[in-house]
């Protein structure tokens, strides 16, 4: 069986039932088809949570959020990263063999660089425009004003401060981790002979260099030692609305948590906008917010009617809004009772699968170390 992985990283908010559609329920079905392995990337969280309490409690709470949909007793392989001894000598193995001109053309740092370099072409622009216009001279002159002079010399001011903090980021939080963070990410999957890796688009380069990586090993030994891991993206996965009819995601603010309780349930779908039309004017489902809710979590028959209620009349947007709220607390509520059993385990209960999946992904790397001390030497 072909071996997928996947990293999630712990971000303190619970998944919304965007998520829980997109990716986490696809992954029960992967589950079927490849010996599927999911493991908290903590190592790579310390990129952006440096307070050791807050990460541990994101990690129980991912940690309770995948149980609660895959079960305790889930054939899934669930390890955590930190755990595993030798990850981070595989990784400086790897950075041996990784041309830093590749890391250069990595996302996460072209983004800090183009940052800064953005403003610099700004800012030499903005003084440049404010020669000529002293050039052209302010005073007397009908097309350049004084007030044009002021505003350009405004925007350098502006433009200069801006600069100084996107500065201060750069020397301040440009950290090697935004370098070194694909290499890292290339051990996770090379390190336990995994084929596939389900990714999201922005995910893709990141993978796409794990291969490379591998590709040089075995390029430069002349053998195949490591797997070179593909990126499987799921493009048949519908993309999961969120209240204001925008992509579901925590970015819009416009998602439903998969644990949400009844109450706020509630509250969230009073908030979805809705046309004027009054309670027995016909209405056009498809163009509805609640309705492409109510499409993609109710029931093939309970859809059709509610369709034909909508173009009927007399049906307004709170009986549908009511309708919705049934519908999706009724989905809801079963992870919600996951989520409440799970909460009453300790930390030791709970852990329990990744101590059993850590144990299986040791033994596993282990392996991919043993066969690459025959070339390497260490
Ligand atoms: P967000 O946009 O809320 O930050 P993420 O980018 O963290 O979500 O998404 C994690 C995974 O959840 C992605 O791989 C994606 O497949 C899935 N996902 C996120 N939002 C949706 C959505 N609205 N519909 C379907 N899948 C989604
Ligand atoms: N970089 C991934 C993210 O930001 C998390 C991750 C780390 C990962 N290592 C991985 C994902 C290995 C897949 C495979 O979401």
């Known amino acids: 069986m072909k071996r997928m992985i996947t990293g999630i990283k712990p971000t303190g908010t619970f998944p919304h039932i965007g998520n829980l559609m997109g990716a986490m329920l696809p992954l029960r079905e992967n589950a079927k088809k490849y010996d599927t392995a999911i493991f908290i990337p903590d190592l790579h969280a310390l990129t952006s949570i440096r307070d050791g309490k807050i990460l541990n409690e994101n990690i129980r709470n991912g940690l309770i959020s995948y149980l609660a949909v895959l ?78 002079l002021k505003w350009a010399e405004k925007e350098l001011q502006d433009l200069s401060y801006k600069l100084g903090e996107t500065k201060k980021e750069y020397y301040d939080d440009l950290n090697m981790w935004t370098f070194n963070y694909p290499i890292l990410m290339a051990a996770d999957i090379i390190g336990y002979d995994c084929d596939v890796v389900p990714v999201g688009k922005d995910q893709l380069q990141h993978l796409e260099m794990a291969r490379d990586i591998a590709r040089y090993v075995n390029h430069h030994y002349q053998a195949d030692i490591l797997r070179e891991p593909k990126a499987i993206i799921d493009d048949a996965i519908a993309v999961i609305p969120g209240l204001d009819g925008r992509k579901m995601s925590k970015s819009y603010n416009n998602y439903i948590s998969m644990f949400e309780s009844t109450a ?4 969230k779908i009073a908030t979805i906008p809705t046309d004027s039309l009054g309670l027995d004017d016909p209405k056009n489902p498809d163009t509805c917010n609640v309705f492409a809710l109510i499409k993609t979590f109710g029931e093939k028959n309970e859809v059709e009617e509610i369709r034909t209620k909508y173009k009927k009349g007399g049906y307004g947007y709170g009986h549908a809004k009511w309708d919705l709220h049934i519908i999706l607390d009724r989905f809801i509520a079963p992870y919600r009772d996951a989520y409440a059993e799970l909460n009453k385990l300790s930390d030791d209960e709970l852990f329990e699968p990744v101590r059993r999946g850590n144990a299986k992904m040791q033994a596993r790397l282990d392996e991919v170390m043993k066969r690459m001390k025959k070339y390497i030497g260490v």
Request: glycine fraction near 4%; proline fraction near 2%; charged fraction near 35%.
């Open 264 to 267: 706020d349930l509630k509250k």
């Open 71 to 148: 079960g305790r007793d889930t054939e899934v392989t669930i390890f955590r990263q930190s755990d595993i001894v030798g990850l981070n000598k595989l990784e400086w193995i790897l950075s041996c063999f990784t041309p830093y001109s590749l890391m250069l053309r990595a996302h996460t740092f072209k983004d800090f660089e183009s940052k800064k370099e953005d403003y610099e072409y700004k800012i030499a622009w903005a003084k440049w425009r404010i020669d000529v216009l002293k050039e052209l001279g302010p005073d007397g002159s009908n097309v350049v004003t004084v007030n044009d």
